[in-house]
């Protein structure tokens, strides 16, 4: 299973970008899917998530109001717009796979991700 994300870039204060992350190989319909990020110096968060089949959505504290997860099952691919973006939005975004939880649950720890992304970079200047 392979995934790449992308979409990443300079914003200002405000802006709004869209990422993306397409899954190749595996079974994409059947995974949760999340979203983390991970800025200079500090530990990778939890951004959001959503459930597979249910689309349960989940986000974090952070971007709750923000940022909507969504998911198109026939492009096996995940998105996460970001509106309203302030500079401690700054970091490392990374996609991630959960081909475990079933579709009426969620986690969002890190442990239960299995596939990761290689990150894309969100810069937000003021």
């Known amino acids: 299973v392979q995934l790449q994300a992308f979409g990443g870039g300079s914003v200002q204060v405000g802006g709004s970008l869209r990422l993306s992350c397409v899954v190749s190989g595996g079974s994409f319909s059947r995974y949760v899917m999340g979203w983390f990020r991970q800025a200079p110096g500090k530990e990778r968060q939890f951004v959001a998530l959503?459930?597979?089949?249910?689309?349960?959505?989940f986000y974090g504290e952070s971007v709750k109001g923000r940022f909507t997860i969504s998911r198109d099952n026939a492009k096996n691919t995940v998105y996460l717009q970001m509106n309203s973006l302030n500079p401690e939005d700054t970091a490392v975004y990374y996609c991630?796979?959960?081909?475990?939880?079933?579709?009426?649950?969620?986690?969002?720890?890190?442990?239960?991700?299995?596939?990761w992304g290689q990150g894309t970079l969100v810069t937000v200047s003021s």
């Open positions: 959503i459930s597979w089949k249910t689309e349960i959505t």
């Open positions: 991630a796979a959960d081909p475990r939880t079933p579709s009426t649950r969620y986690v969002s720890q890190e442990s239960f991700y299995d596939y």
